[in-house]
């Protein structure tokens, strides 16, 4: 059973901190990794994806990956309240199907 | 576009009723999903179809069937529903996933059902 794992939070951070988000996986053939945002009552949306070692960047979010560490993380800069989520880690591992994580609550206070 | 469309938005269903949610995509994608969301659970797959003519179980299929109609179309049946199937339904769609490749699935609204 692949597995993939996620503080439920909630993550509090003040307006204008960095949020860090983890995420750790168990299937080490897994391929690539999404991470999406959902907001309460709506249905999810990706932020971003990454499949190679490191780091990857846009614009306020950083996606790294550590295949080694079986470990994934997001970053959001500067947070706003409108950053204010459930952020929920995907993880494809090489069919076409993703599992994801419980998801963690971020609430970012003014 | 509308992306991925589904019908109905709200349901109550008692127990033993049956129904069917509808999912439609405009995106000409070959795959599609059926996803429910529990409180405290994140998405848990119930089918889906890597392609039209396909489809497969996913981690939670018991109590519901699915039938692929066509590219656009993918409904979801729960035969004789149970309380335990109170959820919010997310389908979904995508390309097909390949090596190496980062493919973004694309959900719809929900369907919010509840079972009493």
């Known amino acids: 059973q692949k597995e993939v794992e996620q503080n439920s939070g909630p993550l509090s951070v003040p307006e204008g901190a960095i949020a860090s988000l983890n995420c750790t996986y168990s299937?080490?053939?897994?391929?690539?990794f999404f991470w999406y945002r959902q907001y309460s009552g709506k249905s999810p949306e990706l932020i971003m994806f990454?499949?190679?070692?490191g780091d990857k960047e846009d614009g306020r979010f950083t996606a790294q990956l550590n295949k080694a560490s079986q470990y994934v993380s997001l970053l959001i800069r500067d947070s706003q309240p409108s950053d204010s989520a459930t952020y929920l880690c995907?993880?494809?591992?090489?069919?076409?199907?993703?599992?994801f994580g419980k998801g963690t609550m971020l609430l970012v206070s003014p | 576009n509308a992306g991925v469309t589904q019908t109905p938005k709200f349901q109550v269903l008692k127990t033993g009723q049956s129904m069917t949610l509808q999912c439609a995509q405009d995106?000409?994608?070959?795959?599609m999903y059926w996803y429910r969301q529990d409180p405290g659970m994140g998405l848990r797959l119930i089918y889906y179809?890597?392609?039209?003519?396909?489809?497969d179980k996913g981690e939670v299929p018991n109590g519901y069937n699915v039938s692929r109609l066509n590219k656009r179309e993918f409904s979801l049946r729960l035969e004789s529903a149970a309380p335990s199937q109170t959820s919010v339904y997310f389908c979904?769609?995508?390309?097909?996933?390949?090596?190496?490749?980062?493919?973004?699935?694309?959900f719809g609204p929900g369907t919010r059902l509840t079972v009493t």
């Open positions: 979904a769609s995508s390309e097909p996933f390949f090596q190496e490749t980062a493919v973004e699935q694309y």
């Open positions: 299937d080490r053939g897994s391929q690539s």
């Open positions: 990454i499949y190679s070692n």
């Open positions: 995907a993880v494809n591992s090489g069919y076409s199907t993703l599992t």
């Open positions: 995106m000409n994608h070959n795959s």
């Open positions: 179809s890597a392609s039209e003519g396909t489809t």
